[in-house]
């Protein structure tokens, strides 16, 4: 997706750990309209796995999600990393190395909102590893609903996180993949 | 607003302790055509406040603002909760006490997202005792930056927190407010 690609030229930042900081228009900072747009494509790309429901994790997930479903007409689920007050004891819980703080988070959900036999479509910011999306996967199974499509932002083919999910079987969409970011300079696939 | 009233009637749940749970639409599952129109509703509302960017927190603050950012064309912030790798080592810091939770959330900006003298409006969810609102308050103004409004979803105003904001002498607007929900029956107020 071009508008993507060009405002991760414009606007990423490169740090040296492998990380690509994106926190002006994704994380931290969101760019409302650069996130419908991205909600647009990951409409136009799905429309055929005619899903149920979305579901992401927080926090960064949450704004391209919520445009998908806005453009998909879907609810969207955040899978949550503690658990609050308002969620029942019962839940769907899982836990996933995170990439960027180098230790463990959980991911749960209430089964309120993950029904057995739904088609459920995941929707991320990033595919590095694929960890945090191979979590939420587990959090499907668990649920007894099925698995669709996996769409991302960013992916950063290099770190192999799709090889990781090709076994799913379902279509992977990542709107900019990255294959390299060696010296900072970054270089899109197609 | 009425769409945001029925849906509370439809689906909020009164859990003993004083707390709506919303999680059906606003928290862990979101309605993204509802927070849509609620975007709209804050756009329309804030119009004349001519805001350059809006401040949330996360995590159930990103959904709306972003929506208001949508209709509004204006960058969402959304203050982090935990200072991740990717934020640089000065940052605009406060704590602030969480009702639901019991304990102290730290609220963090990055300066590069809050810059002086711009004017901010701040989104939030729930208006309650008003106290995270006033640690987004206490980052803008840390900041040298100028509030110019406060918009929530749901005001509980039985909880007085619009009192605790009235002092800043901005306009204070929520799309439903809850005058009571004694033994559990909802009660609007206009």
Same mark, same amino acid.
């Given at each position: 997706?071009?508008?993507?690609?060009?405002?991760?030229?414009?606007?990423?930042?490169?740090?040296?750990?492998?990380?690509?900081?994106?926190?002006?228009?994704?994380?931290?900072?969101?760019?409302?309209?650069?996130?419908?747009?991205?909600?647009?494509?990951? /409409?136009?790309?799905? /429309?055929?796995v005619k899903a149920d429901r979305i579901l992401t994790a927080e926090i960064s997930g949450i704004?391209?999600?919520?445009?998908?479903?806005?453009?998909?007409?879907?609810?969207?689920?955040?899978?949550?990393?503690?658990?609050?007050?308002?969620?029942?004891?019962?839940?769907?819980?899982?836990?996933?190395?995170?990439?960027?703080?180098?230790?463990?988070?959980?991911?749960?959900?209430?089964?309120?909102?993950?029904?057995?036999?739904e088609k459920v479509l995941i929707i991320d910011d990033f595919l590095a590893s694929g960890s945090t999306i191979l979590?939420?996967?587990?959090?499907?199974?668990?649920?007894?609903?099925?698995?669709?499509?996996?769409?991302?932002?960013?992916?950063?083919?290099?770190?192999?996180?799709?090889?990781?999910?090709?076994?799913?079987?379902?279509?992977?969409?990542?709107?900019?993949?990255?294959?390299?970011?060696?010296?900072?300079?970054?270089?899109?696939?197609?």
């Amino acid at each position: 997706m071009k508008a993507l690609q060009d405002r991760i030229l414009k606007d990423g930042k490169y740090l040296n750990n492998g990380i690509l900081r994106v926190d002006s228009f994704i994380n931290h900072q969101v760019d409302p309209l650069l996130m419908d747009q991205c909600g647009e494509e990951f /409409a136009k790309e799905f /429309a055929r796995v005619k899903a149920d429901r979305i579901l992401t994790a927080e926090i960064s997930g949450i704004a391209p999600a919520l445009m998908a479903g806005k453009h998909m007409n879907l609810p969207v689920v955040y899978a949550r990393k503690h658990k609050p007050v308002t969620m029942p004891d019962q839940v769907y819980f899982t836990v996933a190395p995170s990439h960027t703080k180098g230790n463990m988070v959980d991911l749960i959900v209430s089964p309120d909102y993950l029904p057995r036999g739904e088609k459920v479509l995941i929707i991320d910011d990033f595919l590095a590893s694929g960890s945090t999306i191979l979590g939420l996967v587990r959090l499907v199974q668990a649920a007894g609903a099925e698995l669709v499509g996996i769409g991302t932002l960013i992916e950063k083919s290099f770190e192999g996180g799709r090889r990781s999910l090709e076994a799913l079987g379902v279509p992977v969409v990542s709107l900019v993949r990255i294959s390299s970011m060696e010296s900072g300079k970054i270089t899109f696939t197609e």
